[in-house]
Nanobody, 129 residues
Framework: VQLQASGGGLVQAGGSLRLSCAASGRTFSSYAMGWFRQAPGKEREFVAAIAPRGSRTYYADSVKGRFTISRDNAKNAKNTVYLQMNSLKSEDTAVYYC????????????????????WGQGTQVTVSS
């Protein structure tokens, strides 16, 4: 699986951005997908995740109520997962990475980096205050 993240950019505090992550391959609907971010000098941290069929979503406390993860599993769809980010804050500034996990269950910890098997290249999000 190859992942291509896009949609980052520069936005003012309070603004919105939508990130996209396009996945190659015909088994997209069998992977759980996640978004992580890494700010300069900090460790990579979990942002959001979505179960393979989209039946369940997970969010870090810091983004809950502001960010929404979704995916398009439909036949002939673009095999894409999205991260809609609203009410952006300066502390959301980071490189955002999408990731895919081959094996998933409801009891899994979505924030565990080692859970994910494939990673995209990252897209920069900069929020100016």
């Amino acid at each position: 699986v190859q992942l291509q993240a896009s949609g980052g950019g520069l936005v003012q505090a309070g603004g919105s951005l939508r990130l996209s992550c396009a996945a190659s391959g015909r088994t997209f609907s069998s992977y759980a997908m996640g978004w992580f971010r890494q700010a300069p000098g900090k460790e990579r941290e979990f942002v959001a995740a979505i179960a393979p069929r989209g039946s369940r979503t997970y969010y870090a406390d810091s983004v809950k109520g502001r960010f929404t993860i979704s995916r398009d599993n439909a036949k002939n769809a673009k095999n894409t997962v999205y991260l809609q980010m609203n009410s952006l804050k300066s502390e959301d500034t980071a490189v955002y990475y999408c990731a895919a996990a081959r094996v998933w269950s409801d009891s899994d910890d979505p924030s565990r980096i080692a859970k994910y098997d494939y990673w995209g290249q990252g897209t920069q999000v900069t929020v100016s205050s």
